[in-house]
């Protein structure tokens, strides 16, 4: 009977202390499905979250709060005035509420996120430090060109950083191609109209100047042809002209003579 007698009383307890929480916010979420053992409060139309002790841990000012872990860490995202931040399991702001959008952690290969601001794109890391300028209009994925690089582009023009956000190929380009597919661990580079190459360290190789490279070795030799002013000639693996720039497209049997 005793035993019995205390469970009511829990349980009224229970009810009491629900129904206080209930009375003094517009809406209380369960506890646990942000993926922390906090519960949502509503009050006002700005949200928060409270522990199990009913205690205020984020403070009830944001539009909207995210799921913890969501983002590939274990944060949650954050809105206020229409700007999204990042909190910490601590309900400490831990990326600055400032951005328009802040991507998933490690989605472009490398355990950074992608921010966007006034309409440009950078990067931060898992620290929530800036690690690539808030200043492109792209970020490519790191290695998706056949390196450890991402393409960037800014003031439409392309260039490429490294892992480290250090720009190491000029942003000056109108295209650049992957490292590689020209059967030599280089990439084409275009600009102004004009194509040439670039090496794995982002110097030029050949110069910017024809209107086409070939793919070196598919002559029967290991060289490329080129085009210039409407002529073809060819180029070693060196970007040497091997065969002058001089034939006409119809005249390509003379370079078996080299």
Same mark, same amino acid.
């Given at each position: 009977m005793k035993q019995i007698i205390l469970t009511i009383i829990f349980c009224h307890l229970l009810i009491n202390y629900s129904n206080s929480q !209930?009375? %003094?916010? *517009? /809406?209380? #979420? %369960? /506890? @646990?499905? &942000? @993926?922390? =053992?906090? =519960?949502?409060? %509503?009050? *006002?139309n700005k949200v928060g979250c409270i522990d199990t002790n009913g205690k205020i841990v984020v403070p009830i000012e944001y539009q909207y709060i995210g799921e913890f872990g969501e983002i590939g860490k274990a944060w949650a995202f954050v809105k206020k005035d229409g700007k999204i931040g990042c909190i910490d399991t601590n309900g400490e702001i831990v990326v600055p509420i400032e951005y328009q959008y802040i991507g998933e952690f490690g989605e472009i290969g490398k355990s950074w996120a992608f921010v966007k601001k006034d309409d440009k794109i950078g990067c931060i890391d898992t620290n929530g430090e800036i690690v690539v300028a808030i200043e492109y209009q792209y970020i490519g994925e790191f290695g998706e060109i056949g390196k450890a690089w991402a393409f960037v582009k800014k003031d439409n023009k392309v260039g490429c950083i490294d892992t480290n956000g250090k720009i190491v190929v000029p942003i000056e380009y109108q295209y650049i191609g992957e490292f590689g597919e020209i059967g030599k661990a280089w990439a084409f580079v275009k600009k102004d109209g004009k194509i040439g190459c &670039? *090496? !794995?360290? #982002?110097? &030029?190789?050949?110069?910017?100047e /024809?209107?086409?490279? #070939?793919?070196? #070795?598919?002559? @029967? %030799?290991s060289w490329a042809c080129v085009k210039k002013d409407n002529k073809v000639g060819c180029i070693d693996t060196d970007g040497k002209i091997v065969v002058p720039v001089i034939y006409s497209n119809q005249n390509l049997i003379e370079i078996n003579k080299y």
């Open positions: !209930t009375n %003094k916010y *517009d /809406y209380v #979420g %369960k /506890y @646990g499905e &942000i @993926g922390k =053992a906090w =519960a949502f409060v %509503k009050k *006002d &670039i *090496d !794995t360290n #982002g110097e &030029i190789v050949v110069p910017i /024809y209107q086409y490279i #070939g793919e070196f #070795g598919e002559i @029967g %030799k």
